[in-house]
T-cell receptor
Framework: DGGITQSPKYLFRKEGQNVTLSCEQNLNHDAMYWYRQDPGQGLRLIYY???????QKGDIAEGYSVSREKKESFPLTVTSAQKNPTAFYLC?????????????FGPGTRLTVT | SQKIEQNSEALNIQEGKTDTLTCNYT??????LEWYRQDPGRGPVFLLL?????KEKRKERLKVTFDTTLKQSLFHITASQPADSATYLCALDMRRYGQNFVFGPGTRLSVLP
């Protein structure tokens, strides 16, 4: 999975609880991303970060928060404000080669909230 | 906003045959387009990238074409094998329009022995 680790692989939480998903990369990539994947839909961007201590909202940031204190780490917190948190969450990173960003994905975390 | 359609949710093909997956988009043409493979319960893996000024790219048994007039990319797998069974995603780089990557819903390909 390209030097990106996500933990845990499966996560179960009760409704109303915040939960943090881990993402670590050892590829020395500057950019990191969080996507959400639901059945029958494409990946949707939650947050992304191009440098340490800076991040931007993606298309569906409501109910999520992130931090980027280290280049290697980009944790995602799913808050109780997220109305439909059950999904497959994918973290990715990329390096800019001057003209394109090939993305390397982690193995994903499947979050189930009941 | 950009919308992407991929030919169908699922396709079955016989081993050894060539199959073509399509990726159609509705609005602005991206600077480049990528194809990824995703196995069940795993993260996507990058396969090929094609730029807007390129007509065709090849990698082993894979071939990708890009037609900005038709707003379409075609993904071909020749001499398909059961190990090619997976979901194939296309992704468009829309950063020059103030967006990010936009992913299609994917096509689940099953190669039958």
């Amino acid at each position: 999975d390209g030097g990106i680790t996500q933990s845990p692989k499966y996560l179960f939480r009760k409704e109303g609880q915040n939960v943090t998903l881990s993402c670590e990369q050892n590829l020395n990539h500057d950019a990191m991303y969080w996507y959400r994947q639901d059945p029958g839909q494409g990946l949707r961007l939650i947050y992304y970060s191009q440098i340490v201590n800076d991040f931007q909202k993606g298309d569906i940031a409501e109910g999520y928060s992130v931090s980027r204190e280290k280049k290697e780490s980009f944790p995602l917190t799913v808050t109780s404000a997220q109305k439909n948190p059950t999904a497959f969450y994918l973290c990715a990173s990329s390096i800019y080669d001057g003209s394109s960003y090939e993305q390397y994905f982690g193995p994903g975390t499947r979050l189930t909230v009941t | 906003s950009q919308k992407i359609e991929q030919n169908s949710e699922a396709l079955n093909i016989q081993e050894g045959k060539t199959d073509t997956l399509t990726c159609n988009y509705t609005n602005y043409s991206p600077a480049y387009l990528e194809w990824y493979r995703q196995d069940p319960g795993r993260g996507p893996v990058f396969l090929l990238l094609i730029r807007e000024n390129e007509k065709e790219k090849r990698k082993e048994r894979l071939k990708v074409t890009f037609d900005t007039t038709l707003k379409q990319s075609l993904f071909h797998i020749t001499a398909s094998q059961p190990a090619d069974s997976a979901t194939y995603l296309c992704a468009l780089d829309m950063r020059r329009y103030g967006q990010n990557f936009v992913f299609g819903p994917g096509t689940r390909l099953s190669v039958l022995p």
